[in-house]
């Protein structure tokens, strides 16, 4: 395979493979060009004199250019052998109606098993030639795995996309977002009703929720709670409040965390009184998003991949939704981690011409309006900036609600350690479990992080998350919090 880089040059020849059909169609009309050239004329003393004259001439085309040759595109995705992931597959046949000489070769196993052998099968060198990117493999662009884009596309996707700059690795960009996710409320409309409650009952404060959620909740005559007012996705939930109490997570250069802080501690101790002292849900009923689906929880606080599984799994349930409310009722300084749902990426391995198509791909798909509302309906805030507005997505309560406050969340990539700890150490062994202290979760938690980022610093591994993390608009409305003993 060829590994060639792309420079200026190359990039300008992907407006080639979006006209090639253009170029063609006007070779086959014949009309008159003016052709400067220039000739000899002869005058007096045999002098020879150089003049521009004006030939009008008409070209003809005696033969049609031969059509590109056809380019096969291994295309990998999670889930892939046995059903594709709708938009990007549609999308790529879309992209083949206009370049008939682009083929597509589909294929990916299940997720965990995907993002095993994925990396595995590029050091190889029989990986593909691009794939559906997820932010938390950002490995795949420190290892050399993904093609940079170009700085010309960069320049470009600027003026376009918003959140650019903050996917930025190294002074190289490999992907950027599609849409940004996160958390919003979930809840039964026909629960909500039968509560005496309407739209004008949304919380402002998250004391305010958790006294709604009382009024929701059902318990069996031996207090038992059958059903949940309230159900977060715990660990993503403790990271919202974390935000919301105004705290960085790292330190700019990425090689501190803060976990075992007092917004850390605050974030753990609210959701241990949701389940304790407020009784609003229990750890023994099911996680919050087949909680939901199932009719065992009103509300639930869940990162809007929800959504597409609303509308695949549960397209009966009547569902609404609003935004997750202040600690005070007051605008946070973040209300919670927006998560990058990453543009499909390109193989650095493979050959300078499946590059090229590759990238002018992802550059079509994310400036289509028309596929950019239809990924936002999937559950995604469009950083297209041209569709923001669009009355379309405005009447969409789930779009709606996340275009309103995406400027208020953080993106702060994957660093090492931070998913597994934040589950293990606080949702679990803190929150539901209880078989630890507060003091000493987030202690845990705080060691396990901060020497998986000491080792990553010692072995040269970039450190990008903290650079992300500041990138935040509203960064001056945070603080690096004081770690406590």
């Known amino acids: ?122 050091a190889a060198g029989t990986g593909p030639d691009m794939w559906w990117h997820h932010a938390f493999m950002t490995s795949l662009a420190v290892d050399g795995h993904i093609e940079p884009l170009p700085d010309e596309m960069v320049k470009q996707l600027r003026e376009t996309h918003d959140r650019i700059d903050t996917h930025i690795i190294n002074g190289r960009l490999y992907s950027f977002d599609e849409g940004v996710m996160f958390g919003l409320i979930y809840y039964n409309k026909q629960m909500w009703s039968e509560a005496g409650l309407t739209e004008s009952d949304y919380p402002k404060t998250w004391a305010d929720l958790v006294e709604i959620a009382k009024k929701l909740t059902v318990k069996d005559s031996t207090g038992q709670i059958q059903r949940a007012g309230f159900i977060p996705e715990e660990s993503a939930l403790w990271m919202a409040f974390k935000y919301m109490a105004g705290e960085f997570n790292f330190n700019e250069a990425g090689t501190k965390v803060y976990i075992n802080t007092e917004g850390g501690r605050q974030a753990a101790q609210m959701i241990i009184d949701m389940i304790q002292k407020d009784q609003i849900f229990s750890e023994k009923l099911p996680i919050a998003s087949e909680a939901f689906r199932a009719g065992l929880s009103a509300m639930a606080y869940n990162f809007t991949w929800f959504t597409g599984d ?30 990058s749902e990453a543009t499909s990426v390109v193989s650095s391995h493979t050959t300078l ?58 993106w702060m990539g994957y660093p090492p ?59 001056d409305e945070l603080h690096i919090p004081e770690l406590l003993g």
């Open 1 to 122: 395979m060829n590994g060639k880089k792309l420079n200026r040059r190359d990039f300008l020849r992907m407006t080639a493979v979006s006209t090639a059909g253009v170029i063609l169609a006007a070779c086959a009309k014949l009309t008159p060009e003016v052709i400067i050239e220039t000739v000899e004329v002869p005058v007096e003393k045999t002098v020879k004199e150089t003049v521009e004259v004006s030939v009008e001439k008409n070209v003809v085309v005696t033969a049609t250019p031969p059509p590109p040759a056809e380019v096969s595109m291994q295309y990998w995705m999670p889930n892939c052998d046995t059903l594709c992931w709708e938009p990007h597959q549609g999308w790529a046949m879309k992209y083949s109606e206009i370049h008939p000489n682009v083929k597509w070769e589909f294929k990916g196993q299940g997720w965990a098993d995907f993002w095993k052998k994925l990396p595995l099968d590029l």
């Open 310 to 339: 609303l509308h695949d799994l549960s397209p009966d349930l009547e569902y609404g939704v609003f935004n997750p409310p202040s600690l005070d009722g007051n605008v946070a300084p973040a209300y919670d981690r927006g998560n």
């Open 353 to 410: 011409e499946k590059k090229l198509i590759g990238l002018d791909f992802i550059k079509w798909y994310t400036n289509d309006p028309e596929m950019m509302k239809q990924r936002a309906k999937i559950g995604v805030a469009p950083v297209l900036k041209s569709i923001q507005k669009d009355p379309e997505l405005l009447a969409d309560p789930d779009v709606a609600a996340l275009l309103r406050e995406v400027d208020r969340t953080v």
């Open 417 to 475: 350690m931070y998913e597994e700890s934040n589950a293990a150490d606080i949702a679990d062994a803190v929150i539901l479990s209880r078989t630890v202290t507060i003091e000493e979760g987030l202690k845990n938690s705080q060691k396990r992080i901060q020497e998986a980022i000491d080792d990553q610093v010692m072995a040269g591994v970039p450190v990008y998350w903290g650079y992300q993390e500041h990138t935040y608009s509203h960064k």
